[in-house]
């Protein structure tokens, strides 16, 4: 068991699917650090200083200016400001594996196309094999074509 184990573990796809996952992480702290930390600062300051962190919807009766203030006090909110930076998150990370994938589908080997099985009889048009000297259809001789 333990030797199935070790040649299950030791197939490529498995350390490849092991790789991928440890840099799609990652890449995913990079891309929310870009977000929150770079972009959405600046489009904040374009759209009024609006600081999306702090963009909420306050369930309580008591007020709080931030959403760090609310859930220190436990109060219920709905942030649809952190709901807008993931979703900002998303899509980067989105467009960039599919710019990714893009460009390993230009770098992958198109198969070699696969010669012909049959050509055509030039007396009855009808598909034979390529090796035939005789149409089977309608029996002509195919040996100088």
Known sequence: MLKE??????RGNVLDLAVGIIIGGAFGKIVSSFVSDILMPPLGLIMGKVNFADMFINLSDKPYPTVAAAKAAGAPTINYGMFI???IDFVIVAFAIYLM?????????KPAEAPPATKDCPFCCTAVPIKAIRC?????????N
Do not use: A, D, G
């Open 101 to 109: 994938i893009q460009q390993v589908n230009r770098l992958k080997k």
């Open 5 to 10: 184990f070790k040649e299950f573990i030791m």
């Open 136 to 144: 089977p259809h309608c029996t002509s001789s195919l040996e100088s």
């Open 85 to 87: 930076n993931t979703v």
